[in-house]
């Protein structure tokens, strides 16, 4: 989860990242940050206000405080990377760090 910290870390570079799990619940998957979970999302979606629309389009739950929950880690996991705007060759290195 190395890698995924640092890119949640750089997306939001004046949020503190200390910490970054895949979380499921009920069949869901979300991104959970420490030490700050809503204030780091709140900030993630002030920069990516486009973000919260990429999700709903992927099937997600969207919460205003915290991160979107998906039916799937592939859909979390793809959301984050249209979002940052990832190129192929780093959302296929996520993909296989995060399985």
């Given at each position: ?23 499921r ?17 709140g ?57």
């Amino acid at each position: 989860m190395e890698l995924l910290a640092c890119l949640l870390a750089r997306a939001v570079p004046d949020a503190r990242v200390e910490l970054v799990e895949i979380v499921r619940v009920d069949n869901r998957f979300y991104i959970h940050v420490t030490p700050n979970h809503f204030r780091y999302w709140g900030r993630f979606r002030k920069r990516y206000s486009y973000s919260l629309g990429l999700a709903q389009d992927r099937g997600a739950r969207v919460f205003h405080t915290a991160c979107p929950e998906f039916p799937s880690k592939e859909d979390l996991i793809g959301w984050l990377a249209d979002t940052l705007g990832l190129t192929q060759g780093e959302r296929n290195f996520l993909h296989l760090t995060i399985k």
